[in-house]
């Protein structure tokens, strides 16, 4: 006998997953707008933040967006004086991404609004519920990728 769930459970679930998303992404990016970026900018910014230099494509593929996403992404932080590209000595074609100092003002305001914002919601459940939550998660991405191995292994 199965221990799996009933597909409307499931879908039940997935609906409160994806709507509670929605609310948490509005609450930040409100937050982050007061600031002055949007959170794909804060994305960008705290990406190079932990590792600048990174080319375009690399900087698209730890993002998850596309090429010409992170292309005008990096068009208006460049514009907003956050990021320079700096052409490669290997190939003049190709670009490495920095922040400026401003970019890395903003990355740490932007950090630390995120952080204040998990304080008044994550941080209020306790270390036994973030667990129970974290490992429910980690057992979804190995789904999801145990299916995305599957689906290129039948391409």
Request: proline share 1%; with cysteine; hydrophobic share 40%.
């Amino acid at each position: 006998m199965s221990n799996r769930a009933d597909p409307e459970h499931a879908m039940r679930v997935w609906l409160r997953l994806i709507r509670l998303e929605a609310r948490m992404q509005s609450a930040v990016g409100d937050r982050l707008r007061m600031i002055g970026v949007s959170i794909p900018q804060c994305d960008v910014l705290t990406t190079l933040s932990e590792q600048e230099g990174v080319n375009q494509q690399e900087l698209a593929k730890r993002l998850y967006v596309t090429k010409g996403n992170i292309s005008g992404l990096l068009d208006r932080l460049e514009a907003a004086g956050f990021v320079e590209r700096r052409s490669l000595a290997t190939d003049r074609r190709q670009y490495s991404i920095h922040l400026t100092d401003a970019g890395r003002a903003m990355a740490d305001r932007a950090i630390a609004v995120q952080r204040q914002w998990l304080a008044s919601t994550l941080g209020r459940l306790s270390a036994t519920e973030l667990d129970a939550i974290e490992g429910q998660l980690l057992r979804l991405r190995e789904i999801m990728r145990e299916q995305e191995a599957a689906r290129v292994a039948g391409e």
